[in-house]
């Protein structure tokens, strides 16, 4: 798919810093890594995985960062140990942390209804949910609205403020309001709009700026776009078709 569509996604990009080199006096053995390694490449072979990372981190250092299989398969380029791979999902984990920050810097409270935040042109499906519902819930995934992860979300041409101001009362409920966990990536997409409003900055720089650079993950990208420098060393996705493992377009990776 197209990531000028995905403006009001997310593409998150991790690396590993390789902490090579330490191992002696770190506690990880090199016997032990080599036992990691053997079992991490059996695994491999006996899943049929492409690739993966593994980061080994003790008492705040790391002390084993190795990189397995391939970044991609059918030009056998190896995952080197530090290879970016998209994280998909795992980018709710960065927008948790940030709605946190923000009730951290009393900028917001855990029931605070969205909105007193997003004003009274904030609608969502019906007038209960739209009164009550608070960043408790999107973050709990109690709103009971639907996910429309993959090709429904490309569709969506807009931006996060269209979407979350516009689209989203629109959409179906799947359950009653706070009647279940419903996951749902619009829950995200709406807490990741609400720190944009609180913040006055946009989720991308406000995760980069408060997140990847006190963190140092300073080979950490999120954005809609890579550049082609990007997939230099950026894992490709890919998938079985007809039992074989295929490589995807780069275009398809997806939030
Ligand atoms: C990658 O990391 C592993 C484990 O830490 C290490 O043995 C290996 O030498 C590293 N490779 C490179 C190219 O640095
Ligand atoms: C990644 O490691 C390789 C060596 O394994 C090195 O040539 C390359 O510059 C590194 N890239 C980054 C972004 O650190
Ligand atoms: C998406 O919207 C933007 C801005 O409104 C427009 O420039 C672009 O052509 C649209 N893309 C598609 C695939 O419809």
């Known amino acids: 798919m197209s990531m000028g569509k995905l403006r009001g996604c997310i593409l998150l990009l991790l690396a590993i810093q390789a902490g090579h080199g330490r191992a002696a006096d770190s506690g990880f053995s090199s016997e032990k890594a080599s036992k990691l390694q ?5 695994l491999i072979d006996c899943r049929k995985y492409v690739g993966m990372s593994i980061a080994l981190v003790k008492d705040g250092e790391t002390v084993f960062a190795q990189g397995f299989g391939y970044r991609d398969r059918q030009n056998r380029l190896r ?11 795992i980018s709710k984990g960065f927008t948790a942390t940030l709605v946190a920050h923000a009730v951290s810097k009393e900028q917001l409270k ?6 007193d935040i997003l004003g009274n042109d904030f609608r969502l499906m019906d007038e209960f949910r739209t009164e009550k519902a608070t960043t408790r819930d999107l973050l709990a995934h109690t709103l009971g609205i639907p996910s429309f992860i993959g ?3 490309g569709i969506i041409n807009v931006t996060r403020e269209e979407l979350c101001m516009k689209k989203l009362q629109h959409f179906p409920t799947k359950s009653d309001f706070r009647a279940k966990l419903e996951y749902s990536n619009f829950n995200f997409l709406l807490a990741g709009y609400v720190t944009e409003k609180l913040r006055r900055k946009t989720w991308e720089n406000d995760v980069t700026e408060t997140l990847f650079k006190a963190l140092g993950m300073s080979d950490t990208k999120v954005g809609p776009k890579l550049t082609s420098a990007d997939w230099q060393n950026t894992a490709y996705s890919h998938s079985i078709q007809d039992g074989k493992i295929v490589k995807n377009p780069e275009e398809d990776i997806l939030p």
Do not use: H
């Open 38 to 42: 053997k079992f991490v490449n059996g």
């Open 79 to 89: 995952m080197e140990n530090n290879t970016s791979i998209s994280i998909g999902s």
């Open 110 to 115: 855990w029931d605070q209804p969205l909105r």
């Open 151 to 153: 090709a429904t979300m």
